[in-house]
């Protein structure tokens, strides 16, 4: 396999992995781009490696610099806008963290928290509060957990997840 291949292959890949968790294929392809990209490049490389729209590679790039795992960067005496990916792969994963809670994991404990104040009346009711509260008490602790990752240090992380898988 040479690099061309093993570049279109990774790239596939990770916007493959990426959509099975629910997130815009194109976007995690534009950011598989980035990363294996030895400099920035602009949003015309993107589009043509990637074969697809200025609209589509100028909304996914910019997606991406919410997220905080892609960075704009400007070169003296050129109009264009680069962009690379941020490398660490610890800082990846803590951006993928907050960005998935923010969006997925705090709304759902708003509704929880909101929901568990039904009154438990009736066996219906007490039922549906009872599941609630369980499922509530879960994902606060799941949020606390993320919390603690997140604030983690990558060697502490590392030593953990290794002591865990042996």
Known sequence: MDIREGKEKFI???GKMASDW??????????????????AICS?????????????????LRALMDWGLVHKQLKAGERKEYFYAEKDMWIVIRQ???????????????VLDEVAAVEASCPESESFTKVVRDIQVFSHKANQTLDALVKADSNWFTSVFLRMVK
């Not at 629910?22 to 400099?39: C, D, K, S, Y």
């Open 22 to 39: 629910g997130i815009n294929r194109t976007m995690a392809q534009v950011h598989a781009l980035l990363l294996i990209a030895p400099e």
């Open 44 to 60: 015309d490389q993107v589009m043509e490696d990637l074969n697809i729209s200025r609209g589509n590679a100028n909304m996914n």
């Open 12 to 14: 596939e890949s990770w």
């Open 96 to 110: 993928i963290i907050l960005q998935r809670k923010r969006k997925e994991l705090e709304p759902m404990l708003k």
